[in-house]
């Protein structure tokens, strides 16, 4: 999947939309976050916010397999980061797995710019509910990440 078209992709998502095997829709969902281009993975972020599309308790695992191709990582930070209070809305405060969400997404990163986003996003919304200890995680993994990479 990783060098599909957009045909391609679009019929492994109707491929998606028509499975009722969880197991083979978790395999295909993992499979349509492999594509290079961005601008299918962006189409599959618009996509998997609607709950007829991806169930609400598989989104999140979406956005993180998505950040975790190269080639989206800046996509699902930014529309994270973009749509926080929309996914707080969803998701609550409380909920463990938007708490993780952030160090999932944000593993990777090791440049000043990223940590200053984190840090930006984290004061703009203080609240992080269940995420207090992955936000601070996520801090300090970007923040040994720039050191590691600085030697």
Known sequence: MKSATQDEWDKLW????????VQEQSKIRSALCA????NILRRYLELAWDENNIRSQDYLNVLSSISSNPNGTELVWNNVRENWPKLV???TL??????????S????FNTDQRLKEMEQLFAQYPEAGAGESSRLRALETVRNNIKWAAT
């Not at 594509?35 to 961005?38: E, F, K, L």
């Not at 409380?94 to 160090?103: A, E, H, M, T, V």
């Open 14 to 21: 109707q491929i998606y939309l028509k499975e009722e095997d």
């Open 35 to 38: 594509p290079r281009d961005v």
């Open 89 to 91: 809305e969803r998701f």
């Open 94 to 103: 409380n909920s463990r797995y938007l708490g993780s969400l952030i160090p």
């Open 105 to 108: 997404i944000t593993d990777s």
